[in-house]
Each structure stands twice: as C-alpha cells, then as structure tokens.
C-alpha cells in the first residue's frame, strides 16, 4: 500500500438532483444520506485509512475551491488540481496520475468518485487493498458491484477468469455501457456481470501508456499541463491547453481498449453502493426499505399525514403534505420542486429547459 | 334603496386554506381569483353601487383594522365595528344592525360575506335590488343560489309559493343544514331547494326583534353594545359585555325561526357565486373547467411539465413541478403545503393539529 495514492474526481453537478444540486453547490459538496457531513468528506474518510490523509489528490473545478478546501481541511495545498472547466473523467484522471507519476514514477493511483454512497468501508477498503495488489502486477483494476437489480443506469462489467493468486479478482472480459432493460435482466441472472461503479486502480504510469495510444492529443496536452503544473509556466500552459482537451469519460478512453488488451482485473465488492443519482435514489437510501415512509433531509418542521416519499430541506419552513404517494420535494431558498419517484430522473430535462428559458440564475 | 345598508361581516379564518389565509390575514384579505384586489374589496365594490360607498359598514376583527381601512379606503370611521374576539355571525350581524337602527330606524340592512365570489355583479345587484323591496314588505329575505351540483358543503332552502307581487321572489318553508349526499342530490334533483348562501336583507328592527325572542340575553348584550358604541361607555361595556357573548350562526337565532314563523322569503340568484371555501373550490374556479390545467395564483416563476391543480405563490421563487395530477401547492414564506384537490378538505384537520403541537405562530 506504500505506493496507493487516492485521487477524488470532484465534478459533475448532477442535474437530477435539481434544485439541491446545482453547478455552484453540486451533489458532492451536500449531505444525502443524513450522515452529518457532505459525500466529499464521507469519501475523504473512507480513502483517508488507506492511502493516509497526505496521499490523498483532489481534482475539481475552480469555483469549488474554497468549499472543497473548507470541507477536506487537511487537504494539502499541493493535492488540489483546480480544472478551468469541466472535461469529463480522462482530463481529470489522467492529469492526476501525470502531476502524481511526476512526484512518485511507481505510484498507484485509485480514482474515486466524490459522489457515491458506501455502507461499509471496512468492506471497502479490504477490496481496494486487494485491487492495488493486482495493479502492482501491472494491471488496470475496477472494483465491480454486484448488482441488485436490472438497473439500466449503468454500465456492466463481464466477469473472466479467476486471477491466479488474487484472493477475489477476476479477469474482466470487456465492459458493456448502459443497456436496455431486458439485456440488463440477462446480465443479472446470468451472475457473470458486475456493476461498473466507475472506480479504478492502477499505476499511474500504465493508465498513461493507455492513453497515449487510444488518445495520443489528449495525452500530449494532459503532460504538458503536468509539466507546467505548480511552476510558473502553468497559468499560460493551461490557458493554452485546457479549452482543447477532449471530453471523454475513462471508461471509453481507458478502460474498455485496456480490457481489450487484457490488462484489465475486477475486485468483486462485498459493500453497499449507491450513485445516489436522482431523488427517488436517495429516497430509497433514507427509507431503508420501509413503505410508507417520509424521509426528511434538513432541518425541516414537517407535518405530514399519509404521505410517503422524500423531503429535502433547506430553508427551515414548516412543510405540510397530505395524501401524497411516492412524493419529492426539495425546498431551497430560491426555488422549489415537486415531483414523484417515478419522474425523479425527468428533473434533468428540467434544468435544460431552466438553462433555455433563461433561468441559469437558478441553475 | 333609499333605506339600505350594506354590511359586510368581514370574519372567519377560512382554516381549510392555510397557509395562505392566516389569523393575522385571513380569507377576505386576500386575492383569490385573480381580479388584482382582495376579496373584500370585490365585496366592497359590488356593494357601492347599491347603497352608496358612505352606506357600507364593514364588522371585523380588531387585528384586522389596519388591514381593512388600507384595502376600504372609502370606509367611514363610523361604518367600522371591531370586534374584540369571534363569535360568530350572530353578534357581528346584530350589532350592525343595532348600530344603524339607532341611526336610521328604519333601515334595510343587507349582510354580505367579505370572502364570497360572486361572477355577475349586475345580476346580483339586481336581487338584491328585488330583495331590499321584498323586505320592506316586512320580511327577511336571503338570496338563494340554484345548485349546480349536489354539494354536501352547504345549507339548503326549501322553496314555497311564489310571493304575490314580487318578480322572482318566493316564500322558503324552511333553512335544512348541511345534508349527506343521497339528500343533497334528492334536493337538486327535486328542483324545490336552494343553496343558502348566507345573504341575509331584512328590516333591523325585524331582524333584532326575532333575536329578540329566540336570543334573548344576546339580544340584550347586543343592544348594550350598540347603545355604548362610540361614546365614552364603550370600552367599559364591551369589556363587560363581550367575552359572555352566546357564539350563534346568525341561520339558527334569526333565520330558521323566522321561517317557521313564515317571514322568511328568498330571491333566487341568476348569478355565479362560489363560498371558495378550499383550495379544491380556488382551483376549480380559477380553471375555469378546463382540465390539465395548472393555476396560478401570484407571482411564482412556473416551470411544469404533466401537472394540473393550482399553485399559490407569496414568495416568487421558482417552482417546478413534474408529473402532479390535481396538485396543490401553496408556498408562503413561512410554511408549504402540498396537496392534491381531492384533500383539500384535509387542511382543517391540519390546522388542528398544527395548533395541538405548538406551531400557533405559523396559524
């Protein structure tokens, strides 16, 4: 483990979770699971154990900076990479794995999403353990959740052969993206498909030698804003070169070529996962299953008679509901929403018609 | 109509539209159909042209004072009556009239609802035109409204022959309270049945003089009020006087005896009239029928996609609702409430609880 380094993406502003998450406040910067602290610093404390709080890189965009820097307090100031604009996964990944291979040739990085919802990071960090040994064999390793449902929400991972002295990891056959709902139902019971919950371990150098071939222009610009990072060429290198970089999520530009070549391994998780993707998501969370049943985030006065659902709150007001099944509602300073779990994922076609009608203040 | 009096009992929290109408500015203080004014200055303007702006006394709660002379700025210092505490139609009414027959003997008054909706001011001028003619015949005359479906929320007056003379005007064989639905559709369809809408037009001195019998120690007290009213005994008098008063719909001291008494008669109303008594009823006539239809009352910024019902704004924020069918939502600086038409009827049990667990500053 002495050459693990954490890497937290920071990014993504979730839409639907409109009007909570928003691109000033985004998802990872808010407390949804009730746990006191924001999903950012729940995953600072999860990696913390394993990499040591000094091993552990941020990567987020620049109007963030003092939020993540008051929220992950024993952040160093020189494992903060401030991103100009959002460019997808590779940029940010593939721009800490260069700024973290400079300082350490042999280091391992582990990327992890700053958003997601784990129940059990005991569990967690034994599959981590156990994924930086495979990488250190000179592997690209993704932990994969087994899934508890036919989600079309996500990507699948296909399970190969058992790895030779691994205690768990397996090879991965190639990874599959979102499919429709009957493929997820053969993916599902056919046991040989995991979840692709987006985390990856590996050394910095091999996830490199990825990308140089797969994207030979992404790579050359993200080295060179390596190179100029914390010197006093950065400001005009990345001036020069981030408003060009591609945008492309890891999976694409890394993982599946590196599946095709073999290199890539799974870690079966043993752990609670949760994107925490949209409202019904989180209402799911905070239920914990029981019908019936009104979630409260926040500090809301609610009164609330046969109703069930979820209410997120951030204004204090005393909320009434009546005779509402399966409702969200999320009730900030500015503006409100009202929905149901079965339209939750349709708030994000709300905020595109928010930014075409002109109501960006909001956004 | 040289003899008539307008007064507008200007009382009544109207619990089953919380949180918009509030103790501290209830029903009547507020714009519930659109028209740019509140309801009582919609009572006020269909009242002037028929006994003159100088002849409309307004009862109202002393809390409301300010409230009612900024929205009447016409009303004369001597036509407001406020009263210490509710209690109920009775004193409101009686004391006005007793106010008035110490000034004018033999004075029409006619008692109008500050929060009724009425859609014909024309029409409606022209029954009570009808009814201050029939009352100076020496009887109470109310205005009955023809059903236009069989309502369990309202009184019901039984029709009998029509009044010699008169244009529309008939004699009522008796006030019925509230029915269940199989009698309410039983009277529709009988074609013999009103609603009783609470307008009451009738000689003081009969009206008194049938509260007299019926009431006698209210009778009494009220006349002690009117008689102390603006002159130096008033404080002393209403102090003594008030607290004890009986709390009577003015339907059960006046109106049903007198109609056993065969005083009574009734001018059926060829007018639209709604009591807006719920959120269900604002909803309804603010949709003018239309279905799919979402209302809006205020100055809410609006993004929704299938939803129907009605939103009340007092904030301005943006609201979004997706996917809500026959939705109420009533956003206040102070409390939400989100419900759907079909409990609309649910809000009063609300505001009793509300009241049983402490919350009396948002009531």
Redesign the interface.
């Known amino acids: 483990m002495a050459r693990f380094y954490s890497v937290i993406p920071a990014g993504g502003i979730g839409s639907r979770l409109w ?1 909570l998450s928003r691109a000033s406040a985004p998802k990872f910067l808010h407390d949804l699971t009730g746990s006191g602290q924001t999903l950012l610093q729940d995953t600072w404390d999860r990696l913390a154990p394993l990499s040591g709080k000094e091993r552990i890189l941020v990567v987020t965009g620049v109007a963030h900076r003092n939020a993540v820097t008051e929220q992950c307090t024993e952040l160093d100031r020189l494992n903060l990479i401030l991103e100009p604009s959002p460019k997808d996964s590779t940029a940010a990944i593939a721009l800490a794995a260069a700024v973290l291979m400079k300082r350490e040739p042999d280091v391992i990085i582990g990327s992890f999403a700053a958003d997601h919802v784990i129940t059990d990071n005991e569990e967690f960090g034994k599959c981590v353990r156990e994924a930086v040994q495979v990488a250190a064999t000179g592997k690209i390793v993704t932990i994969g959740i087994q899934p508890t449902e036919p989600s079309v929400g996500f990507g699948y991972i296909k399970l190969a052969s058992k790895i030779v002295g691994a205690e768990t990891a397996r090879e991965v056959e190639h990874f599959v993206e979102k499919p429709n709902i009957e493929r997820a139902r053969e993916y599902v019971s056919s046991g040989r498909y995991l979840w692709n919950a987006g985390m990856f371990i590996a050394p910095a150098s091999l996830l490199l030698e990825v990308l140089a071939k797969t994207e030979p222009d992404l790579y050359k610009k993200v080295m060179e804003l390596a190179d100029s990072w914390n010197t006093e060429a950065e400001a005009k290198v990345f001036e020069e070169n981030w408003p060009g970089l591609k945008k492309v999520a890891i999976d694409y530009s890394v993982a599946e070529p590196a599946a095709a070549d073999g290199l890539v391994a799974v870690v079966p998780a043993n752990f609670g996962w949760h994107d925490v993707g949209d409202f019904a998501a989180i209402s799911e969370l905070q239920s914990g299953g029981k019908r019936n049943h009104l979630a409260v985030l926040g500090e809301a ?1 609610v ?1 609330s ?2 109703s069930n659902g979820i209410l997120i709150s951030e204004t204090g ?8 099944e399966d ?1 969200i ?1 999320v ?1 900030t ?8 779990k ?2 939750a994922q ?2 994000k ?2 905020v595109d ?2 930014k075409n ?1 002109g ?1 960006s203040d ?1 956004l």
Do not use: F, M, Y
């Open positions: 009007p006065k009164l008679e046969k007001r005393l909320v009434a509901l009546i005779g509402l409702v509602v009730d300073p500015d503006a409100l929403l009202i929905t149901t079965e339209h349709r708030v076609n709300l018609s928010l009608t109501h909001v």
